[in-house]
């Protein structure tokens, strides 16, 4: 059976005493828990704003092509400035001029660099205009390609699967500590883990639960995780004590009464 007396600044490592007091415990978001809170709240409100912004204007360049298909009117241009985009996939940009009434405007298009048709500086260009607004332009066969829509569930979705599983992280720390039942974990292995770019460490663990059968489980760590046979703290989950966490988690901490 685990001992539960608290520890000392030296010799062997206790169970924390405020890990022994009646469960629920009362628990709070550290700093980086409430970063982790703000950076959810931000994905899901981004994910609103995205979803809106690029839906009007979808709908925005969708009813102003409408408009150029029926009232459109093409004037000859001049190409002033061209160049390539440096970003991935690279798109051609070419900034030209034409006149209407002899008032001159500017314009501005973007090309798919595979589609473009490489126009120079002082070329010719046919340029799509509306009457009522110069300003509405583009090189004819050009139209902007606006946000396809399409795109904006998947963004948007990526946001909120990523604010969805931060938050349940967050939340499973809080669930472990505030209820979680503290235990001393012996570590048996640590193996290294890669995800992506990221490499982590998995440090193998056992410990006896209140019945005194033994529990195996493991624990993640980003990195600096203890060494062999060496002796942690955890909190584990009474319905299913594989689930554990260590103590002190990196999101949550447990609030100390007054009288402490």
Request: proline share 8%; glycine share 8%.
């Amino acid at each position: 059976m685990n001992q539960v007396r608290p520890g000392t600044a030296a010799g062997p490592i206790q169970i924390p005493a405020e890990l022994l007091r009646s469960i629920p415990r009362d628990c709070s978001l550290t700093c980086a828990g409430r970063f982790v809170l703000g950076a959810v709240i931000a994905m899901i409100l981004g994910a609103v704003c995205f979803s809106v912004g690029a839906y009007m204007s979808a709908e925005r360049t969708s009813a102003l092509k409408q408009e150029m298909a029926e009232h459109g009117q093409i004037a000859p241009g001049v190409v002033i400035k061209t160049y390539r985009t440096g970003d991935d996939p690279k798109r051609d940009v070419f900034l030209y001029q034409f006149s209407i009434e002899g008032k001159t405007y500017a314009g501005r298009t973007e090309v798919g660099a595979g589609a473009s048709s490489r126009y120079q500086a002082g070329s010719n260009v046919p340029v799509r205009y509306l009457p009522a607004r110069p300003q509405a332009n583009w090189i004819d066969g050009y139209p902007p390609s606006g946000v396809p829509l399409f795109v904006i569930p998947l963004l948007s979705g990526g946001l909120l699967i990523t604010a969805y599983a931060m938050s349940v992280g967050l939340r499973r720390q809080q669930e472990l500590l505030s209820e979680g039942r503290a235990a001393l974990a012996r570590v048996k292995k640590v193996t290294r883990l890669r995800r992506g770019e990221h490499k982590k460490q998995r440090a193998h663990i056992e410990f006896a639960l209140l019945s005194g059968a033994r529990q195996e489980a493991y624990v993640d760590f980003g990195r600096n995780a203890p060494q062999p046979e060496s002796t942690i703290v955890i909190v584990y989950d009474r319905e299913n004590p594989r689930r554990v966490l260590r103590y002190p988690p990196p999101l949550v901490r447990l609030e100390k009464p007054e009288s402490w």
